[in-house]
């Protein structure tokens, strides 16, 4: 079942064709140009799902997941950004994620945890990307205001194969389940590594398997599929969709 979507960028060039943003975003982060980047990735992304909300109501309503980078989360807006984002599309905060890597956290921990507070104080959820990636991961996890851990695709990779992988996983499953978290594998591309997470436990998972990274527009079909319901009107929207399902 699909239960949410993350908004991905891509950048169209109008002779360069498309730049990736592995291409981009260090630039982007460099320079500062990330702040406004993410703020309309941000009101996209939520104009997006409030849209999909009313064209595919479930229970429990589909939600959106947008990461942050370092840089937006030393951003003292980054707050009132949010709060707008939300505030001009409608869509509830509780149907919003906020995805943070352990990379944001090591410039000044303490007041990051204070961004991070008054982000949970609105209502949204926050997850912890690429988990197993970074470092320390095991003392954040516990000290972060977190509330979903996404297994970094490179374990996910190795599942149905090698074993000291599985054990990895399942031991982030336990841990996480442990602290009261919900846990999302990143990336599965098999069939075998998609009954493994089960077999594990893993609550949630995105990647190929369910599907590559698509347009907005290109995802009302799944939608409508995954959700069991029949699709209302047109789509629209530029900020590119990977969906989640349920693992
Ligand atoms: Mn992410």
Redesign the pocket.
Known sequence: RIIGT?ALVRWRHETRGMILPTEFIPVAEQSGLIVALGGWVLRTACAQAAQWQADYPGKPPLTI?V?LSPRQLAEPELLATVVGALRDSGLPSSSLCL?ITEGSLIRDVESTLLTLGSLKAIGLRL?L??FGTGYSSLSYLQRLPVDIV?IDRSFVAELGQRQQERQIVAAVVELARALGLSVTA?GIETRAQLDVLREIGCDNGQGYLRSAPVPADQLDALLAQGLGTTPVPAPRGSAEEAPVSRA
């Open positions: 993350e997941s990461n995805e997850a990307d690429d996404k990143e």
